[in-house]
């Protein structure tokens, strides 16, 4: 009988000089590793490949000029990669550019092909929707839009009709069962 295992990742060496002087080896070891992740979680928030190709080169400049201000006592750091790159499309979402050129372009082709609206970006291989599928089911909508979605807080509220107050209780009582989740898992 076969046993279907998890492909573990050794984790990754680094020291906190080497963060500080932006280590090219480091840098391009964290590019290898992390950018198909990034990738997939930017093509869940704006829909379009080559927006996210733009964005995940965007991300990683942030990334490589910000290293030296990474606090690894705030959380790891493809978690911090992951929020900068998140705050990146939210960011361009949010653009003017962005909301003018949503007003006069046609809709994109991926909304008339239909055979493809169940295909998700592959951010799996990190586990996150794994880790989603276990919240329930108001908690988890909340997480999507907050985090694939780019929604503000008020935004959310508006979209689902709850209050303010709740929808920031909610992500925040998933964020602690995201945080136990994960540690149950190491």
């Known amino acids: 009988m076969q046993h279907s295992q998890k492909k573990q990742i050794a984790p990754l060496a680094f020291t906190r000089e080497q963060l500080q002087q932006r280590d090219k080896k480091l ?3 964290i ?6 992740a990034l990738y997939g979680l930017l093509l869940a928030i704006v829909h379009d490949r080559e927006t996210a ?4 080169q965007d991300s990683f400049i942030k990334i490589w000029h910000g290293l030296p201000s990474y606090d690894d006592k705030r959380g790891t750091l493809f978690t911090w990669m992951l929020n900068v ?4 499309a939210i960011d361009y979402l949010r653009s003017r550019r962005y909301q003018e050129q949503q007003k006069t372009d046609e809709l994109p082709d991926y909304v008339y092909d239909h055979d493809n609206w169940s295909i998700q970006p592959n ?9 989603l599928d276990k919240l329930d089911c108001e908690v988890r909508r909340i997480v999507e839009l907050a985090y694939f979605g780019g ?11 709850i ?7 909610r992500l925040r009582a998933a964020i602690l069962q995201l945080r136990a989740l994960l540690r149950d898992e190491l």
């Open 53 to 56: 190709e733009d964005l995940l």
């Open 31 to 36: 590019y290898q590793r992390y950018s198909a």
């Open 27 to 29: 840098f391009t070891e």
């Open 123 to 131: 951010v799996d291989h990190i586990g996150l929707r794994e880790l």
């Open 163 to 169: 209050p303010l107050g709740t929808v920031k209780t």
């Open 85 to 88: 790159t998140r705050n990146t």
């Open 151 to 161: 929604y503000t807080h008020s935004e959310i509220a508006e979209t689902l009709g």
